[in-house]
């Protein structure tokens, strides 16, 4: 599916050849010792739109056996609105407040993976809180795969719901650029190559020397 890597601070490399990409794990001993203590036990999956968190995430909650969150659909169901009718009578900064308390009542659940929003790690310190409060791990996937995934899916998106196919490429290019020193403070970086199960196996199999 991808490669990973670990946000360094002075680590050794640690390589593990995957069939369909390339994992460098291997965490410094700050972001290896919160495995050990009850924030290991959230996860957070950041990226883009059309990245996979969700996809991932459901996966990877599987084989660690935690629960998974869709933190739109927790936001969805506490106003009984679907995100697109959110963004459009209240607005966006409303919907980022909204997001933000949602994403920090998490903080009594444990044993969860949290699938977050594509621009949740840039507002209201979000990245900052989710760091503190669980291993956060972003998808970081291509313009084109990016634009080719959310083509046939964008009225479901507010944000890119009457965008053309080129209007949608410079739309997600321009908002990548935005958001990438948000994404990138994630503790680990797992590049999407294409669709697989093996990568997540190789994650979910790492992070589970921590947790048992």
């Not at 680590?11 to 050990?36: C, D, I, Q, V």
């Not at 599987?62 to 963004?87: N, Q, W, Y």
């Not at 920090?104 to 900052?128: D, H, K």
């Not at 669980?134 to 965008?163: C, E, F, M, Y």
């Amino acid at each position: 599916m991808g490669k990973c890597t670990a946000n360094p601070i002075n680590r050794p490399t640690e390589n593990t050849k995957l069939s369909l990409g390339h994992l460098n794990l291997h965490p410094p001993a700050k972001w290896r010792a919160l495995f050990y203590n009850h924030f290991s036990m959230r996860i957070f999956i950041t990226g883009f739109m059309g990245a996979g968190k969700s996809y991932l995430g459901k996966l990877l909650a599987e084989r660690l056996g935690f629960t998974f969150i869709d933190l739109d659909k927790l936001v969805e169901t506490s106003l009984a609105l679907p995100i697109s009718d959110i963004f459009q009578e209240l607005g966006e900064p409303a919907f980022r407040q909204i997001e933000a308390e949602r994403l920090r009542s998490l903080a009594n659940r444990t044993e969860i993976v949290v699938a977050t929003g594509g621009g949740t790690p840039c507002y209201l310190e979000n990245m900052a809180w989710m760091n503190e409060n669980g291993i956060t791990i972003h998808l970081d996937a291509s313009v084109s795969l990016l634009a080719q995934r959310l083509t046939s899916g964008k009225k479901q998106r507010p944000l890119i719901a009457n965008l053309g196919d080129e209007e949608l490429v410079d739309y997600i290019g321009t908002k990548l650029a935005e958001r990438s020193v948000f994404y990138k403070k994630s503790h680990l970086q797992f590049t999407v190559l294409e669709a697989g199960t093996n990568g997540v196996e190789v994650l979910a199999a790492y992070l589970r020397r921590f947790l048992t």
